[in-house]
């Protein structure tokens, strides 16, 4: 019960990345890259474990970006065609590679990522992916037409990859849809069928992460334009209830999200995010707890699961794990409320 887990990804040692970067480059070559990675994957284990965090990921330690880790290995992907692009309606600018033929996978993607977290733990683990519509919104299309489109063949492929890590033991699939926030219109069009098709007969329990963004200055000053409630899931989550999908994610805390909208995703499970990762401040677990009492209005303890509200990528290592621990002290807090006295 109130099972903990995090968004996905957790900030890189200094000797494998530049710290607090996105996109940042990797430090190390050949052989030894891919040791560093499994040892940093260690050591994003190790932190969640030592927090009392219940369902694991790798922390996205092997990917340079939660899109571009998938993105790299697919067919039709040209990166010597890299373009500058206006992402989320424009919110920033990033240079993407360019869709020049049709997609294919070349071959497993993460299989062997998720394979080594699945031995590396004991704990139950999850495994996140980008969503079909964020990787169009990341990319430069010169081939499809139309977004729609592109993102239909997207899903198919996400779905080929899902099965096989499934395969080797992956608890829980995660998509990551932030562009969920954005395209209200192509959610209703094409964004639910593209995220039924990227999940269809997964035996694994599945989730979409769909928050506001990383604490990152273009969000946070997006986040200033919203008004008073931050009301996009009124939209969003009927659609989802009604989708394949087993699980939101979502940020709660020190958010504008009207927590009653909750009530609105039917019997769907509920990564609430209890911690903010857009400050420098560490939540107590008394802070984490009143979140997590919050959204139990609305949510069945069953179906509840404390989290953070985005990837922690761009923060301070420390700083990520004091989080972490006070994540899993604030989950512990709330069962024993729940549990009630001895």
Known sequence: MLDTTIAGSLPKPAWLAAPRTLWAPWRLEGAALEEGKRDAVRLALRDQEAAGIDIVTDGEQTRRHFVWGFVEQLEGVDFSKMVTIGIRADRYKAEVPTVAGPLRRRGPIHRDEAQFLRTATGRRIKFTMPGPMTVVDTIHDAYYGSRAKLGLAIASLIN?????????????????????????????????????????????????????????????????????????????????????????????????????????????????????????????????????????????????FPCTNCGMVPLDRELARAKLHALGAGAALARQELSGPR
């Open 160 to 304: 080929e990859e899902a099965r096989e890590l499934a395969a080797v033991g992956v608890d829980v699939i995660q998509l990551d849809e932030p562009a969920f926030n954005v395209y209200m219109d192509e959610v209703r069009d094409w964004g639910i069928e593209a995220l039924n098709r990227a999940v269809e007969g997964l035996p694994c329990r599945t989730v979409v992460h769909i928050c506001y963004g990383y604490g990152i200055k273009a969000n946070t000053d997006w986040k200033k334009t919203l008004g008073g409630e931050w009301r996009q899931y009124e939209q969003t989550f009927p659609l989802l209830a009604a989708s394949r999908i087993g699980g939101v994610s979502l940020e709660c805390a020190n958010s504008r999200v009207p927590i009653s909208l909750l009530g609105l995703l039917g019997d769907k499970d509920v990564l609430v995010g209890a911690v903010d990762v857009a400050n420098e401040e560490v939540e107590t677990p008394a802070q984490v707890a009143a979140v997590i009492r919050e959204a139990l209005r609305h949510v069945a303890p069953s179906r509840l």
